[in-house]
């Protein structure tokens, strides 16, 4: 019987070791699977592609 991976709960730790691990508010530790941060990537361009066409404000750098 094969594990099911719960890959949800991976990436919302993969971005939280991210989080924790930001320097100078634009680096991080990339030592994390590609696997998860590729999902993650995916699911941001998802995020930012649905609020442009719903005309949601998007956050600016400072």
Known sequence: M???LNT???DDATLA???LTLHDNERAWK???WDAINR???AAS???QWAKRNRWPLP???
């Open 2 to 4: 094969k594990m099911q």
């Open 8 to 10: 949800d709960a991976i």
């Open 17 to 19: 070791l991210l989080y």
């Open 31 to 33: 030592g994390h699977d």
């Open 40 to 42: 993650c990537i995916s």
């Open 46 to 48: 998802s995020a930012i």
């Open 60 to 62: 600016r750098k400072a």
